[in-house]
């Protein structure tokens, strides 16, 4: 019997597709993630559907839209009844770890999350911080509530772990999710990262507004530190000589603005916020392929599951995309359902409406409750500078693209309520899923988005 094959997760926090050299920028230094591409598949169109970190995480691990697994915002508690992959691969015999950041136990970010239902099915190994970006002061929990240090800076020390855990299952089918927390803010990496980039040669990209080349650069310099984390974890994995029994998969939760449009980082509608990297290399993936099929958060989990042939259930939301990363005829849909409740977090801060939109192959639209609000030719405007929402020579496209929205909405039961209408849920969730107070930080600090930096 074929032995079952692995999957090595790794997901960064706040990374954009654009901040890749395999997808045409020359400004960043990528090259571990350069040569994953090219010894498998990327896809050039995924797209956060919820562009934000704990909608997302949830997602990715359920294979459900918010609307079923029930986060709509950072610092609640994913709820009891969600079947995660952890248990997927668990119960189909693979040794499961989890390393990282977490996000998905509750406002306490910096709380011990103890064995049981709340480790989702991660129950070999666990080195798990909930959320914290203190890159040169973290720590994370493993069976004891008592934190452990880390001694230099965070995603060399996961790596570390990730690797450990590797050697020694690497004898036993396993699945193993790296969840790094860079290049989140604060923008912080160590002196020999952060001299590659002298921020007076950053190029901006054309609708940036304001010069952000400082934190562009130190954007780049974590994001080249990744890169090398993950080759790494590669290099290890053909050095033990199960890499071609191994499905590696790099991706992100969610883009940075960084600029671009006159905004900062995540919960917007534009290119630079949905937009993330998605790469896999493995056992029936063609070398140096791209499919430009959508593939959206809802969509990895049913993807993965089948790459690996390993079963799960039946109520997952997303579609099975497998057949199109391995090149051959497979599902291809039409547009990709991106949204924000805007509960909580920069959005309430910046004063961002709720909004709901789809993303083409070609195009972009979002509308608020106050009706469409942007309308971009990705094809002819790739860095969106001319909103068409109001051109008469767009009218039918426009059209189509709230037919798509309606029946996006319609499918999954969204009723677009107002931001309030979502606190109010997560409310009800009670004390453990949304405490009143956490470490000073109210409830009303958590509406406001204090504690969703």
Same mark, same amino acid.
């Given at each position: ?17 654009? %901040? ?6 020359? =400004? ?60 997927? &691969?668990?119960?189909?015999?693979? =040794? ?14 910096? @709380? ?15 080195? +798990? ?5 203190? &890159? ?7 069976? !004891?509530?008592?934190? /452990? ?12 772990? =990730? ?28 002196? *020999? ?7 007076? *040669? ?8 304001g010069d952000h080349r400082a934190d562009i650069a130190a954007y780049? !310099? ?19 000589? /199960? ?22 980082? #995540? ?8 937009? +993330? ?9 063609? %070398? ?23 079963? @799960? ?43 709901? @939109? ?12 106050? @009706? ?10 790739? &860095? ?18 709230? =037919? ?19 606190? *109010?849920?997560? #409310? ?12 000073? +930080? ?5 509406? #406001?988005? +204090?504690?969703?930096?």
């Amino acid at each position: 019997m074929a032995r079952p094959t692995n999957l090595l997760f790794i997901f960064a926090d706040q990374m954009r597709a654009q %901040a890749l050299g395999c997808s045409g920028n020359s =400004a960043v230094s990528t090259p571990y993630l350069d040569g994953l591409a090219s010894e498998g598949v990327r896809a050039t169109n995924a797209v956060s559907s919820f562009p934000v970190c704990c909608p997302y995480r949830a997602s990715l691990l359920t294979g459900n839209h918010v609307f079923r697994n029930g986060m709509y915002f950072n610092d609640i508690l994913l709820p009891e009844h969600n079947h995660c992959v952890g248990s997927m &691969y668990s119960d189909a015999g693979y =040794a499961t770890g989890y390393v990282g950041k977490w996000h998905l136990d509750g406002p306490n970010r910096w @709380g011990y999350t103890p064995p049981g239902w709340r480790r989702r099915g991660f129950d070999d190994y666990w080195a +798990v911080c909930n959320c914290d970006h203190s &890159y040169f002061n973290a720590f994370y929990y493993t069976e !004891s509530p008592d934190p /452990i240090e880390i001694d230099g800076y965070e995603p060399d020390h996961q790596t570390d772990l =990730a690797m450990e855990f590797v050697r020694d299952r690497r004898d036993d089918p396993f699945c193993l999710f790296l969840s790094y927390g860079t290049p989140h803010n604060p923008l912080v990496s160590p002196d *020999e990262w952060a001299q590659r980039y002298d921020p007076l *040669e950053v190029p901006l990209r054309p609708n940036v507004e304001g010069d952000h080349r400082a934190d562009i650069a130190a954007y780049y !310099s974590m994001i080249s530190n990744l890169d090398w984390n993950v080759g790494r974890l590669v290099d290890l994995l053909r050095e033990l000589e /199960i890499l071609d029994d191994t499905l590696v998969v790099f991706t992100s939760d969610h883009g940075d603005m960084l600029g671009s449009q006159n905004q900062e980082r #995540k919960q917007r509608p534009w290119e630079e916020s949905i937009m +993330v990297p998605f790469i896999a290399r493995g056992p029936g993936l063609p %070398a140096s392929t791209e499919t430009d099929v959508l593939l959206t958060t809802v969509d990895v989990l049913p993807t993965v599951l089948a790459l690996t042939g390993t079963p @799960g259930p039946d109520d997952m939301d997303g579609i099975d995309l497998s057949a199109r990363l391995r090149g051959e005829d497979g599902p291809d849909p039409e547009s990709a359902y991106i949204m924000d409740v805007c509960a909580a977090g920069e959005a309430m801060r910046y004063d961002l409406p709720e909004w709901r @939109g789809v993303r083409t192959k070609t195009h972009t639209y979002t509308c608020t409750r106050d @009706g469409g609000w942007l309308l971009y030719d990705n094809a002819r405007d790739p &860095y969106q500078r001319h909103n068409l929402i109001d051109d008469p020579s767009a009218r039918g496209v426009r059209a189509e693209l709230e =037919a798509m929205v309606e029946g996006h909405r319609e499918a999954l039961g969204d009723e677009f309520r107002e931001a309030e209408h979502y606190l *109010e849920i997560a #409310k009800r969730a009670g004390p453990e899923a949304c405490p009143e107070t956490l470490g000073g +930080v109210t409830r009303d600090d958590l509406e #406001k988005g +204090v504690a969703n930096e």
